[in-house]
């Protein structure tokens, strides 16, 4: 099934419904997930491909990749020499945020810091909506007014007011020629309003377009963490259809590559540097890997706490 619609049949099945949810958080179509087939999806994409998520772009934030991981791997050097379980799913999700944030805009924003509710949470808020039963989005007629008497409406209204405004800022921040100097030059925001002022290229940018796009960087890369173990038998490209964590066809994931170098780096420092264990009276079957939120980037329902412990010295 996966091969017929994403392959043989790719072209039909290339565009997405533009349901409630979506459709407000997209700033309208206006990302690159959620955009209808088209003109205007094919340039936001060669735009992404080429300028966002290159090669060289790519690495040039591997500074910022490298740093994170320490930092994660301080913390859990803290919580092996306490004996204590460690959750891995909050610091994974912590790692992919920050890192992303201080690709995109320079900035740092952890859980637990002054800005967490300004970003963190209305990702969190977001993948609820998403995931989210609208009745208008299948009765059209009298849908809406089921969706404002369950307060749906009214959470998706709020949630997006909190995203513009939450936008806006950084970009005014970016734009202000006053601004302190930041942590780093040529951030993701700082090429797309490169492209914006540019007016040299066949698309022409707007605000409300660079937001969309941003809301798709942080929104797909903060879930989707693709552990995996398929050595040298699955091509996770879209050319094998076992297992597609990025999608495959027209509208595979153009952020492979800055996913896999960040999900690589962490995983091997995690394997290196510490032996897992169960937390006292859990066996493996316990953890049940089938019990994943719903939404377009699941994961565990249940955070995945494990007990770290330090490799000791010379240990092979």
Request: glycine residues 6%; proline residues 4%; hydrophobic residues 40%.
């Amino acid at each position: 099934m996966a091969r017929e619609i994403m392959k043989t049949r790719d072209l039909e099945f290339c565009s997405r419904p533009f349901l409630a949810a979506t459709k407000k958080l997209s700033y309208n179509g206006f990302d690159l997930a959620f955009a209808p087939y088209g003109d205007y999806w094919r340039e936001v994409r060669k735009i992404c491909a080429v300028h966002v998520f290159s090669s060289i772009r790519v690495q040039s934030f591997r500074s910022i990749r490298e740093d994170e991981v320490s930092r994660m791997i301080e913390k859990i050097s803290k919580s092996a020499l306490a004996c204590k379980p460690f959750d891995l799913t909050t610091e994974m999700v912590s790692l992919t945020s920050t890192a992303i944030s201080r690709a995109a805009f320079g900035k740092t924003y952890e859980i637990g810091g002054s800005d967490t509710g300004r970003f963190l949470e209305l990702l969190v808020e977001a993948q609820a909506l998403v995931s989210s039963l609208f009745l208008s989005d299948y009765f059209p007629c009298w849908g809406w007014l089921a969706d404002k008497l369950t307060g749906l409406t009214y959470r998706l209204e709020k949630l997006f007011e909190k995203f513009d405004a939450f936008y806006n800022g950084i970009i005014d921040d970016n734009l202000d020629p006053n601004r302190p100097k930041p942590e780093r030059e040529g951030t993701i925001l700082d090429v797309l309003l490169h492209i914006y002022k540019d007016g040299s290229f066949k698309l022409q940018l707007t605000l409300e377009q660079i937001k969309a796009i941003l809301t798709n960087i942080f929104y797909f890369e903060k879930f989707k963490i693709p552990w995996f173990r398929f050595i040298n038998s699955i091509d996770l490209k879209g050319n094998d259809f076992e297992l597609t964590p990025f999608g495959a066809g027209r509208r595979i994931c153009p952020g492979i590559f800055i996913a896999l170098l960040t999900v690589e780096l962490s995983l091997a420092n995690l394997l290196h540097k510490f032996d897992w264990e169960m937390p006292s009276g859990m066996k493996g079957e316990d953890i049940d890997m089938n019990d994943v939120l719903p939404g377009t980037a699941s994961r565990m329902r249940n955070a995945l706490c494990l007990v770290p412990k330090a490799y000791a010295i010379g240990h092979k």
